[in-house]
């Protein structure tokens, strides 16, 4: 299996973050897509880590402007909100 460099591993984490699939990045890597998705498919893999990270970074980023914009008052981010906090809710009732 492919070990993979700091810049590499940046890469991984921002294009994740852009919300592309992990045979996409194997794709622009240009690495094994099969070697790549098992790494990926490993939930302990340094592959799977920084898919994870760079996704939750993002997302991170677009929670936070829905939060202002629903304390600044736009019903819609509101909404977006509370559907938040339920999805999450339900994620932490069904881990238990």
């Known amino acids: 299996m492919k070990t993979f460099d700091t810049d590499e591993l940046n890469e991984i984490e921002k294009m994740a973050g852009l919300c592309f699939t992990p045979e996409q990045i194997s ?4 690495v094994d897509t099969g070697d790549f998705c098992k790494m990926y498919n490993d939930k ?7 898919y994870q990270r760079g996704a939750l970074m993002h997302e991170t980023e677009v929670r936070n402007s829905i939060y ?5 008052g ?5 909404q ?3 559907a938040l906090m339920k999805n ?3 994620s932490i ?3 238990q």
């Open 80 to 82: 977006q909100y509370l």
């Open 74 to 78: 736009s019903s819609t981010a509101q």
């Open 27 to 30: 794709i622009v890597l240009q």
């Open 44 to 50: 302990t893999s340094v592959v799977y880590l920084t």
């Open 93 to 95: 009732i069904k881990t």
């Open 68 to 72: 202002n914009l629903a304390k600044g």
């Open 88 to 90: 999450r809710d339900l």
